[in-house]
């Protein structure tokens, strides 16, 4: 199987739905003239013409203008440049594109993209750093997702162009250039269900995102000291695969729930509160969450890695879990 890097995997994904689907457009800030920040939008302009739009700085006619488009028929793909500035366009968000389907009694679709460049990357500090997922889990008619690699980040992005609901495509800055293996035959990530990266015995790890490679290489290392982890990637943070991992902690008895996201208010807890509700008799353990500090993401190197999370934070976790010493 040939290898490509993150980028390049979202921008096939891009390539092919827009050669199958002349509804598909695509617009934001500098990826006509830049290609985007990341590069994940670079010769689209060149073969489809106007169907790939620079738009002036407003996040507000940006989201407002994808609910319009959708309704009208087409399928866009509007990109925030950061996935931090979706909060400039909130009301659009919340209030619009989460309900209309709602409000007109089914009669409308929304099938939109909003993609959202996310997370910790080279001390871009408070503005540009956030994981912002926490906020859009309390808003129903709002599917959120988060690949991991070059394969579910093309397999993902092609599914919820497709939707015919509004889709939030979380994408890790970190990730945009690393490598992995991509089919080259047509392909789909199904939304709603998890996979599990890792099987294991003794307790689970549920991740997503970016966090997955530093679970997998805890997983790794504990595997030498005899402790079996399990991981499952969501992919689809909303809504989880429940069943994926509530028939995982029913097997393992332990479940610690990791994510760049600050603690407070994050996944995890909606998480957690699932598996103490459906699987409590289950358990031998509470379920532990590990991500980020609940302060703003310092510009300093050294703040920056201290807030983070990090693979001791995940390490610890499970040792907790499993009643070893820390």
């Known amino acids: 199987m040939r290898t490509i890097t993150f980028s390049e995997a979202t921008l096939e994904a891009m390539r092919e739905e827009m050669r199958r689907d002349p509804t598909v457009f695509v617009y934001g800030e500098d ?5 985007g920040i990341f590069g994940q939008f670079k010769g689209l302009p060149e073969e489809f013409g106007d169907r790939i739009r620079d738009v002036p700085i407003s996040e507000t006619a940006i989201v407002g203008a994808a609910l319009g488009a959708a309704l009208t028929g087409t399928r866009p793909v509007a990109d925030m440049h950061f996935a931090d500035f979706i909060g400039v366009a909130f009301d659009e968000l919340a209030n619009q594109i989460a309900k209309n389907r ?3 009694g089914g009669q409308a679709n929304i099938p939109l993209v909003i993609r959202a460049p996310d997370g910790i990357i080279n001390q871009a500090a408070a503005q540009h750093s ?3 997922e926490g906020w859009l889990q309390n808003i129903p008619g709002l599917i959120i997702v988060a690949p991991s690699s070059p394969a579910t980040a093309k397999g993902l992005l092609k599914s919820a162009i497709r939707l015919n609901d509004p889709v939030i495509y979380f994408e890790h800055k970190v990730l945009y250039p690393q490598k992995g293996p991509v089919p080259e035959e047509e ?3 199904p939304i709603g ?8 015995r003794d307790v689970t790890i549920v991740t997503y995102s970016l966090m997955v490679q530093k679970c ?5 290392e504990l595997a030498s000291e005899g402790i079996d982890v399990e991981i499952i990637d969501l992919l689809t943070l909303k809504p989880f695969d429940r069943a994926t ?4 902690v029913k097997k393992t008895h332990r479940c610690v729930v990791a ?3 600050v603690v407070t208010g994050g996944l995890g807890a909606e998480i957690a509160a699932t598996i103490q509700e459906q699987a409590f008799w289950w358990l031998d353990a509470p379920v532990l969450r590990v991500g980020a500090k609940n302060v703003p993401i310092p510009f300093s190197p050294v703040l920056e890695k201290f807030v983070a999370p990090q693979k001791d934070d995940v390490r610890r976790a499970v040792y907790r879990v499993l009643h070893r010493e820390v």
């Open 31 to 35: 990826i006509v003239r830049q290609g």
């Open 102 to 104: 709602y409000m007109f």
């Open 130 to 132: 956030q994981s912002v």
């Open 187 to 189: 392909y789909l990530t």
């Open 193 to 200: 269900k998890a996979e599990i990266r890792r099987p294991g």
């Open 216 to 220: 997998e290489e805890v997983a790794t």
């Open 245 to 248: 991992v509530l028939e995982s």
């Open 259 to 261: 994510h760049e996201a």
